[in-house]
């Protein structure tokens, strides 16, 4: 795969999958191609808490590169993922977008929720019968 590796405006979501990509493949990096989901649950827990720390120093610049830190984390899993045959990005993305409108009826179905603590409600309420569907 071919990544354009010159100075670009902007890069897009598909080109960080195929950076990440290429990162694991057989001629990528030697670390990220060792990384496993257990050998990166402390760098998401690291990133995660710097994030809240860019958040409770209202910094924005490293708010927005922290960001970027745990949107590592998760495309980084799911390639491993992918790899492993467990589930995609794709996977991951759909199942968000269906629980977000799963979970907000009053935005995307017929229920009314008028303050936030009404929206919080629901969400748990929801929440709950899911889980307990579940088991």
């Known amino acids: 795969m071919e990544i354009n590796t010159d100075k670009k405006e902007q890069y ?3 080109e960080l999958l195929d950076i990440i990509a290429a990162l694991r493949g057989e001629n990528g990096c ?3 191609r060792a990384q496993t989901y257990e050998t990166m649950k402390k760098c998401l827990a690291d990133e995660t808490e710097e994030v ?4 409770d120093s209202h910094d924005m610049e ?3 590169e922290e960001l970027g830190d745990v949107l590592l984390q998760v ?3 799911s390639q491993i993922a992918r790899e ?3 589930f995609t990005i794709e996977d991951v993305i759909d199942g968000l977008c269906r629980k977000m409108i799963r979970r ?3 935005v995307f179905g017929g229920q009314k929720a008028l303050t ?3 929206g919080l409600a629901l969400w748990n309420q929801i929440k709950a019968q899911e889980k307990a569907a579940k088991n």
């Open 12 to 14: 897009t979501f598909e």
């Open 62 to 64: 490293n708010l927005c």
């Open 116 to 118: 936030p603590e009404e």
């Open 30 to 32: 030697p670390w990220d």
């Open 84 to 86: 492993r045959g467990d």
């Open 75 to 77: 495309v980084l899993n």
């Open 52 to 55: 809240l720390q860019a958040i």
């Open 104 to 106: 907000h009826p009053h």
